[in-house]
């Protein structure tokens, strides 16, 4: 069934074109990713949609309720769960049917919605919109930000199981491959479809690059050829003007002569005119690659931070008890746990930002850390983005630190724009640059994918990747934990697992899948390896002695 339909949309921000010539149809069923750099107009897009947006030129035939998901709620009120859901719902019946369903019980309704997790306050969101009115198409704009991995299958499944159709706004690539079948990139002002899910979408994506750049090296050939010859016969025919001067003796040579010329000035035109016909191919666009490179603090000791029998508790809540762990010089973690199990307090804890109850916590001398906060607390909101990377790095060359925030997506006018007028995707972008151009030997960052587009979280990933120094990240991201990660620290019911393996072995630990502990810690060998190989390839000179020292140490043992 029809759901809606738009015909030449079209969007204009003053004298800059949004985007143009936008055709769609929605039908119940689709499940359709909506995915494009930050600031293409996806939302813009949304709320033409939901009829937030009356400024555009175009049609928008909407034959359907739409229940629409926010990316961003004040969630700071003191109202209660019931009060909250209640404010906009008529149906008493039919929400307590949905708390049920989501896994709610009815005491629930009790606690202010404020001190609900990111999860219960999207299942809540959902719950809201549902018992309000029939809907038959959910548009979900980053619905998995905040989300542990739990509430995240949670809503894989919901999504899955939804009758009507769903427009996901996300940059979550596993998210998108779990419940989406077509993929709509928003672009240089256009949307163009694609069948799949993500990766489907990435491999087609690849194709039309090669097949682009294929066709427009055969064009500029092709027009190369075409304007080699026309200079020829161009070069001929400036040769042959005023030669052979008309005489009795040399007629037939100066005719001669003539009729050459003629034929000569005729495939020069022909030529021109197979240069026009030709059909043109434009370069194939590409967004400007940023490769950052994190500068790292050199520290002696291996073990640069450990802890012995931490313990951490708020009031009658034990967030973990006598939990034990060591970060390496090297390490490269993934703190993962759900929602209210105490990441953020543990690695608030290592900064000395809250104290612990009991327990050691070691600390090398030379430590030296940079942390990301989901509140990106490491900015001040009044300095200019220029004005703030300069005061964090007084040693830099201010030539060096413009280029730099040029690579990451601040040119021109952008570096004068105070922090606080900033978007919030270009306030986590120059957080980064921060940690980027600072001298850090240990990265604490915590949820730090949240609104960053797709192309931001890959350069994120990269540079974790490279980066030489330690990283402790806290994120339900899974397919970034499979990326970076190479130790997995799971906090549950105040107890902290470790394993020094990926997030993809520790799945297949848990899954039963290894025979013997033996074929365990050869996986995680040969992935080390490999990790290093990699690294190996794109070392500076004085770092390849280091990466072939650790080569040799993994293959020793």
Known sequence: MLLLETKNLEKWFGARKLFADINF???????????????TGKTTMINILLGRDTDFSGEVNLKTNIG??????????????????????????????????FGFEVDFLDRRIVNCSGGEQTKLQLIRLLAAQKVDLLILDEPTNHLDLETRDWLVSFINDFEGAVIIISHDRHFLDQTVKEVWELNQQ????????????????????????????EYQAEKKRLKQRKRKQQQFVQKTDGKGKRTDSSWH???????????????????????????????PFEHRQINPDFER???????????????????????FENINFKIEKDSKIALMGANGSGKSV????????????????????????????????????????????????PDKDPEIIRTFL??????????????????????????????????????????????????SREIIEKALKNYNGAFVVVSHNRYFI?????????????????????????????????KSGEDLDQEIIQMKKAELYARLEEAAVEEKGKIIDKLEALSDG
């Open 482 to 514: 499979e990326e970076i990660a190479q130790e997995i620290w799971q906090l549950k019911k105040g107890n902290l697992e470790v394993f020094p393996g990926s997030y993809k072995q520790y799945q297949k630990l848990k899954k039963g899948e290894y």
């Open 25 to 39: 149809s929605i039908y119940s069923g689709d499940r359709i990713a909506v995915i494009g750099r930050n600031g």
């Open 406 to 455: 040029g690579s990451m997506l601040f040119e021109g006018e952008d570096v004068f724009k105070k922090i606080k007028a900033l978007s919030i995707g270009e306030r986590v972008r120059a957080a980064f640059a921060v940690l980027l151009l600072g001298k850090f030997n240990l990265l604490l960052l915590d949820e730090p994918l949240n609104h960053l587009d797709i192309e």
């Open 297 to 319: 603090k050199e520290i002696a000791s291996q073990i640069i931070v450990e802890a012995k029998d931490l313990t951490k508790s708020f009031f009658d809540l034990n967030l």
């Open 68 to 101: 629409y998901l926010p990316q961003y709620y004040n969630y700071q009120s003191e109202k209660t769960v019931e009060e909250f859901l209640t404010e906009k719902t008529y149906n008493y019946g039919e929400f307590l049917k949905l708390m049920k369903k």
């Open 190 to 217: 256009q949307l163009k479809t694609y069948s799949g899910n993500y990766s489907e979408y990435k491999k087609q994506k690849e194709i039309e690059l090669q097949r682009q750049y294929r066709e427009y090296e």
């Open 253 to 283: 040579v100066t005719k001669g002569s003539d009729r050459r010329k003629g034929r000569f000035a005729k495939r020069v035109k022909s030529l021109e005119s197979q240069i026009e016909k030709l059909e043109q191919k434009e370069k």
């Open 346 to 393: 543990l690695i608030k804890i290592i900064l000395d930002k809250i104290k612990k109850d009991s327990g050691e916590l070691l600390k090398s001398s030379q430590l030296k850390i940079g942390y990301f906060s989901q509140k990106i607390e490491n900015l001040n909101p009044d300095n200019s983005l220029l004005e703030e990377m300069k005061l964090k790095n």
